[in-house]
């Protein structure tokens, strides 16, 4: 089997790609032309994956791209993924989050309507939440043009499906995060945040709505669910979460506690981190997927902070050692 990753340098990507090439894929990913390239998180698989150049903003590299690797799966994982930045970059969020998506679903029905395609969609899309918990019902309410943009992507997927008979689904996943999240996320924020306090490199660690709750699972749970979103027989949309619920604060305890400190004496509340339109309460209900899926979280939230701030704490002891 081919399968082609579109944002394999990124946390999913590289958690997928080591996935595939576990059941035996031959594994592409798409990068974008950049002037400083960073692929330290697929540093290890480097010579066991092929790279790609193509850009979901350019229609036709997209479809010499598909044409050139012959995928019989697509995961489109690209994306601009930080909400607070889409505030920032509305135009370029709604061009790669929503009409990128546009554009490769276009190239897979030129190229061979037989390709399975994924989706990330994502929480976010719920926003000012209908219900609680959320599951593939809940009608969305995206409080944020990162959350609009990913709206429009998942009825462009649901559009193509049932338009063209594609299998193309959308897996809606809440908060995932693992020691190679990006550390504009709060989760990573937080635990790189300890570990430099830690280490004596910072004092301080400003944060913003510490009372906002979210559904944190560990990305590693996650890919292997987008996995079996494109073994099924039929194309179906899922909600991936952990359906338990924690919050900023409580994530902040666990990870200065595991570093021996106490967070109430390093955290500071920074109004500049408050979103203009909030998410309060973000929790999923993943029950469809665990029946139909059969999927299940190995790792707990507790687990999950605890392995972040060893990796941090790892980290920084590394680079004071090499200085």
């Given at each position: 089997?081919?399968?082609?990753?579109?944002?394999?340098?990124?946390?999913?990507?590289?958690?997928?790609?080591?996935?595939?090439?576990?059941?035996?894929?031959?594994?592409?990913?798409?990068?974008?032309?950049?002037?400083?390239?960073?692929?330290?998180?697929?540093?290890?698989?480097?010579?066991?994956?092929?790279?790609?150049?193509?850009?979901?903003?350019?229609?036709?590299?997209?479809?010499r791209l598909i044409e050139d690797c012959q995928p019989d799966e697509i995961y489109n994982l690209a994306a601009q993924s930080f909400v607070p930045t889409s505030w920032e970059q509305p135009m370029l969020t709604g061009e790669f989050n929503a009409l990128g998506v546009t554009k490769m679903l276009e190239a897979i029905r030129l190229v061979n309507k037989k390709i399975k395609f994924y989706q990330a969609s994502?929480?976010?899309?719920?926003?000012?939440?209908?219900?609680?918990?959320?599951?593939?019902?809940?009608?969305?309410?995206?409080?944020?043009?990162?959350?609009?943009?990913?709206?429009?992507?998942?009825?462009?997927?649901?559009?193509?499906?049932?338009?063209?008979?594609?299998?193309?689904?959308?897996?809606?996943?809440?908060?995932?995060?693992?020691?190679?999240?990006?550390?504009?996320?709060?989760?990573?924020?937080?635990?790189?945040?300890?570990?430099?306090?830690?280490?004596?490199?910072?004092?301080?660690?400003?944060?913003?709505?510490?009372?906002?709750?979210?559904?944190?699972?560990?990305?590693?749970?996650?890919?292997?669910?987008?996995?079996?979103?494109?073994?099924?027989?039929?194309?179906?949309?899922?909600?991936?979460?952990?359906?338990?619920?924690?919050?900023?604060?409580?994530?902040?305890?666990?990870?200065?506690?595991?570093?021996?400190?106490?967070?109430?004496?390093?955290?500071?509340?920074?109004?500049?981190?408050?979103?203009?339109?909030?998410?309060?309460?973000?929790?999923?209900?993943?029950?469809?997927?665990?029946?139909?899926?059969?999927?299940?979280?190995?790792?707990?939230?507790?687990?999950?902070?605890?392995?972040?701030?060893?990796?941090?704490?790892?980290?920084?002891?590394?680079?004071?050692?090499?200085?």
């Amino acid at each position: 089997m081919n399968a082609l990753i579109t944002g394999i340098t990124g946390q999913d990507g590289s958690y997928l790609a080591e996935l595939l090439l576990e059941k035996g894929y031959k594994v592409f990913g798409m990068v974008r032309r950049s002037s400083t390239e960073k692929f330290e998180r697929i540093s290890h698989i480097r010579d066991k994956i092929q790279l790609r150049q193509a850009d979901l903003l350019d229609q036709l590299s997209l479809i010499r791209l598909i044409e050139d690797c012959q995928p019989d799966e697509i995961y489109n994982l690209a994306a601009q993924s930080f909400v607070p930045t889409s505030w920032e970059q509305p135009m370029l969020t709604g061009e790669f989050n929503a009409l990128g998506v546009t554009k490769m679903l276009e190239a897979i029905r030129l190229v061979n309507k037989k390709i399975k395609f994924y989706q990330a969609s994502s929480s976010e899309m719920f926003g000012k939440v209908k219900e609680v918990p959320q599951n593939e019902k809940t009608p969305f309410y995206p409080r944020s043009p990162y959350g609009v943009a990913k709206v429009y992507a998942h009825w462009i997927t649901v559009n193509y499906r049932e338009s063209y008979e594609m299998f193309a689904v959308s897996g809606i996943l809440f908060n995932h995060e693992s020691p190679r999240r990006g550390l504009e996320f709060v989760s990573r924020k937080i635990t790189d945040g300890v570990a430099k306090i830690k280490s004596g490199l910072a004092k301080k660690l400003f944060l913003g709505n510490l009372d906002a709750k979210r559904d944190w699972g560990y990305a590693g749970d996650y890919v292997k669910a987008i996995w079996l979103m494109l073994q099924q027989k039929e194309p179906e949309d899922f909600v991936i979460a952990t359906g338990k619920n924690h919050s900023v604060r409580e994530l902040a305890q666990i990870a200065f506690e595991r570093a021996g400190l106490d967070y109430k004496k390093f955290v500071e509340v920074d109004p500049k981190f408050v979103r203009p339109a909030e998410v309060d309460v973000l929790l999923g209900d993943s029950s469809y997927a665990r029946k139909k899926l059969g999927w299940i979280t190995e790792v707990s939230f507790v687990e999950l902070i605890k392995m972040m701030v060893d990796a941090d704490l790892e980290r920084y002891k590394q680079i004071l050692k090499d200085k």
